[in-house]
């Protein structure tokens, strides 16, 4: 894909897309012969999340260390569910939610519909992945109803 596709489908300007590079975010692709950028199918998912994390408001710093959580992520996508970096990792996601986002949530209450809300979302990740979901869903959900502190 050149530049004006993945803009397109990712739904940010070019010029967005020059600008994130020029701050290394994400990292520059590579390039055809002609000079034109060759993007992937990955870079589309990245360039998709850093616009969804600044429409979310967070800085480019703030997206920067967001996207190295989620690189961590994408790093388990063969391990198992009994890795060791899991407990680190998923710990590292409940601590960069905001308080005030984690106030705002209600605690959910477990019910059949509620489990299987909970395994629906489960069911596509690999279990090393679904092993730090599951931490980071339990953190919002296994705390007294209307308690907004963290776990």
Excluded: W
Excluded at 84 to 97: F, G, K, M
């Amino acid at each position: 894909m050149r530049i004006g596709e993945i803009a397109a489908l990712v739904g940010v300007t070019t010029r967005a897309i020059r600008h994130y590079h020029h701050v290394g975010l994400p990292p520059e692709p590579e390039r055809r012969p002609n000079g034109y950028r060759a993007y992937s199918v990955r870079d589309a998912v990245l360039l998709a999340r850093v616009r969804r994390l600044t429409e979310l408001g967070l800085s480019l710093d703030e997206v920067r260390d967001v996207l190295a959580l989620y690189e961590r992520l994408d790093a388990l996508a063969g391990a198992p569910a009994d890795d060791p970096r899991i407990p680190d990792l998923a710990a590292e996601l409940v601590a960069a939610v905001p308080a005030e986002v984690f106030a705002a949530m209600p605690a959910a209450s477990e019910g059949p519909s509620a489990q299987g809300l909970k395994e629906a979302l489960l069911a596509d990740y690999p279990p090393a992945q679904a092993e730090v979901v599951r931490r980071l869903m339990a953190a919002f959900t296994d705390r007294p109803c209307g308690e907004g502190n963290r776990p």
